[in-house]
C-alpha cells in the first residue's frame, strides 16, 4: 500500500527503487506507467527500474558473472576459463602459422614484380636501340608508374592496416 508521501513523489514523477533512492522519470514514461492499472504499477516500475547492463571487454566476463555461473553450473567459471584459454591457443597457433606464410606470399609476389619490371625496362632499352622509342616510351613509362603506384599504394594500406591494429599510434609506424 502507498503512503501519502510515496503517492505526491509519483505524481512529481520520482519513483522509490528497491536500494532507498528516488529515480526521475522522463515525462513521456511518467505518462505511459499513469496508464498501467494502480495494482500493477509497482510490478511494472520494479521491471523497468531492475534493467542492469553489463559490459565486458576480453574474453572472460567479470569475477562477479564468472561466480554466477560457478552457481548455475558446477565448476562453470573453470569450464569457461578454460574455453578462452584454449580459445587463445587456437589463434596464437593459427597467427604462427598464417603470419609466415603472409611474408612469403608477399616476398615471392615482390621478386616476381621485380623481374617483370626488369624484363620490361630490358624491353623499353632494346627498342629504344633500335629506334622504337615510342614503344620503349610506352613500355618503359608504364612500367616506371605501375611501379611508383604499387608502392605509394602499398605503403598507405601498410600504414592504414597498423593504424587501425593500434590506434593509439598517431604517427603511422
Not at 553450473?73 to 593459427?94: C, F, V, W, Y
Not at 614484380?113 to 627498342?127: D, E, F, Q, R
Amino acid at each position: 500500500m502507498a503512503k501519502s508521501g510515496d503517492k505526491n513523489k509519483a505524481q512529481q514523477g520520482l519513483v522509490p527503487t528497491s536500494q532507498n533512492t528516488k529515480v526521475e522519470l522522463p515525462p513521456e514514461l511518467k505518462a505511459i506507467i499513469d496508464q498501467i492499472p494502480k495494482e500493477k504499477r509497482e510490478q511494472a516500475l520494479q521491471s523497468i527500474l531492475s534493467f542492469k547492463l553489463t559490459i565486458s571487454s576480453g574474453p572472460l566476463p567479470s569475477p562477479e558473472i564468472l561466480a554466477q555461473y560457478n552457481e548455475i553450473i558446477p565448476n562453470g567459471a573453470d569450464r569457461i576459463t578454460t574455453m578462452a584459454e584454449k580459445q587463445s591457443d587456437h589463434r596464437m597457433k593459427l597467427e604462427s602459422i598464417a603470419i609466415p606464410a603472409q611474408l612469403a606470399e608477399s616476398s615471392l609476389g615482390q621478386k616476381i614484380a621485380a623481374v617483370i619490371s626488369v624484363l620490361a625496362l630490358a624491353c623499353a632499352t632494346y627498342c629504344a636501340a633500335i629506334h622504337e622509342t615510342t614503344v620503349a616510351t610506352t613500355i618503359g613509362g608504364a612500367t616506371i608508374v605501375s611501379l611508383v603506384y604499387v608502392f605509394i599504394t602499398g605503403k598507405k594500406k601498410g600504414s592504414q592496416s597498423l593504424q587501425e591494429k593500434n590506434p593509439n599510434n598517431k604517427g603511422g609506424r
